[in-house]
């Protein structure tokens, strides 16, 4: 048994919901009924009776739910006591915490090595919830937040950038035409992609759309099969900026495309960083704004 199956239990016993659960604490609903399985199993117990797709908890499960929480407040406490406030909990979105936080945590603890990082990753609007009810200290996300209970400002920025094989007719021009690209065999990220969203609604203001040949929400993929295939990727460059100095890929400007866009910093308006968090933040800071220098 582990610290996070009492939290994923305690939290079916608050909510006496398991899907209700699975939402508060973002995991999938088949994760926590096989948390509460595992917890049945391993104690030979029953901790909720099931009638008509309602949970009822059961005696020895209320017993439990008790027992639980002191133990949950005391792991807590130990934790408290060692980490102190030098404990970081961030969120950030999949690309951000895989491209800037991920670095940044190895550089921060050089100069902090008794700080103690814990790092969720998922996607911008699945932060939010958790930086409000306090489980993160702040979040880095894609999406401006809408929600009177935060305080965000702009981190850093990002571009999507066009792309072809140093081959394709279009790298010798120094600018192309919006019809131009979309004549193109295009590859992009999946559908409900943030940046994918973002280059469907520019497209749109100018009455275009475009129909991708391949399209996946791993870069890597999307970029090998662009220089086996040939054609016009449409990507951010904080995904690509390595493999545009390693192959060869050209970077196309395209005439009238606004491509830009905002990263966030979002935490409870109440919520006062320490310099520690302060300290982490620059470093992020500081490594998107190394990758920036490249784009110029």
Known sequence: MTIQNWRVFITVCKYNSITKAAQVMHVAQPSVSRTIREIEQY???????????????????????????EAVRAFDAIEESIYGNKSIKIGASVMIGNYIVQDAIEEFRQISPTSHIEMLIDVSEMLIQPVISGSLDFAIVEKSPSSDELEQTVFSGDYLVALCNGDHPLSAKQKITLKELVQQKIFLKSRGNTSRTM?????????????????SNNTDEVIDRLLKEGGVAVLPFLQTHR?????????????????????????????????????????CKKNANEVNQHFV
């Not at 104690?43 to 639980?68: H, M, S, W």
């Not at 520019?202 to 991708?212: Q, R, W």
Request: net charge positive; aromatic share 14%.
């Open 199 to 215: 280059f469907d609604n520019e497209l749109k203001k100018y009455g275009y759309s475009v129909k991708p040949v391949f399209e």
């Open 43 to 69: 104690y030979d117990i029953k901790l909720f009776e099931r009638v008509n797709k309602r949970l009822y908890i059961t005696a020895t499960g209320e017993e439990l739910f008790y027992r639980a929480k």
């Open 243 to 283: 493999r545009l100095e390693k192959e060869r890929l050209v970077r196309l400007s395209v005439d009238k495309l606004d491509l830009r866009r905002n990263y966030y910093i979002v935490r409870r308006k109440d919520k006062t960083l320490p310099n520690n968090m302060k300290e982490f933040i620059e470093i």
